[in-house]
């Protein structure tokens, strides 16, 4: 299965995921999405800590095992 930008999956947790940018190194980022399509921005909580991040880096072997959503 080729990776490319603008596919969506699904984690096991239930997250769904677009793919951001495609990088031949094999470490894909991705950003966190609503149902509608939004990105979700990241959450911190009253210290300052991040809580929820918006942005991550997965690897291709990682995004093989997400579910790919139309």
Do not use: D, W
Not at 38 to 43: D, L, R, S, T, Y
Not at 46 to 65: D, K, P, Q, Y
């Amino acid at each position: 299965m080729k990776i490319k930008e603008n596919q969506t999956y699904r984690t096991p947790e239930g997250r769904i995921l677009r793919v951001k940018t495609v990088r031949e190194s094999g470490l894909h980022t991705l950003e966190l999405i609503n149902k509608e399509g939004n990105v979700i921005a990241e959450k911190r909580n009253s210290f300052g800590h991040v809580i929820l991040r918006s942005e991550r880096f997965c690897s291709t072997e990682t995004i093989e095992s997400f579910k790919k959503i139309k």
